[in-house]
């Protein structure tokens, strides 16, 4: 054997010990922050049969706590009583005379038939629950509807496609210079 020998395998052990030291260094590092990421909750699934047609919207949870945004009356031949609340994104955006909408902002329409009040005869109240109606700013991914997805909502469950088309152009021709929203924050 020659003194060249040797010296290689010790350089090969050296190298083994070497790149087993990095490896195991890598796993220690690596791997715990992977199961922490595996393990995560990721994003709520979204059932299908919960969310629009066409714009893939559902009824936020927690939207019956958030802030009024402004009342409204339908006449004939809706004749509901409708509320508009807002997530803090919109709260601050309407506070703020913030337009156009930020990502992030959703609106929610609230109705209810119109009832006359028992107790009291020239007093309406809100009467059998009609429709939740949504809205969600997302520039990107709403970006053919003025950045706005839409759904509506009878039951708990969306209404159909047909009727989930109508939502953008009414919006555009009649709402187009305030970000396609028709509410008004209350004084």
């Known amino acids: 054997m020659t003194l060249i020998e040797p010296e290689k395998n010790k350089r090969s052990y050296v190298t083994a010990i070497t790149l087993a030291v990095l490896l195991l260094v890598v796993l220690l590092t690596c791997v715990p922050n992977l199961v922490s990421i595996a393990l995560a909750e990721g994003p709520a699934q979204v059932d299908r049969a919960d969310a629009s047609p066409i714009f893939g ?58 009832k006359q009040s028992p107790e009291f005869a020239s007093a309406t109240i ?11 700013k997302d520039s990107r991914k709403y970006a053919t ?32 210079s305030r970000d396609y929203v028709f509410t008004r924050l209350a004084p």
């Open 57 to 114: 919207v559902t009824i936020p949870p927690g939207y019956k706590q958030w802030e009024l945004i402004a009342p409204a009356e339908e006449a004939a031949p809706l004749d509901e009583l409708r509320a508009v609340v807002g997530n803090q994104t919109a709260i601050d955006a309407y506070q703020a005379g913030k337009l156009p909408f930020p990502d992030g902002t959703i609106l929610v329409k609230r109705a209810w038939k119109r």
């Open 126 to 136: 809100p009467g059998a629950a009609t429709t939740v109606q949504v809205m969600v």
């Open 145 to 176: 509807t003025g950045g706005w997805g839409f759904g509506r909502f009878v039951g708990g469950k969306p209404v159909d496609e047909a009727q989930h088309r109508t939502c953008w152009g009414c919006h555009e021709a009649r709402a187009k």
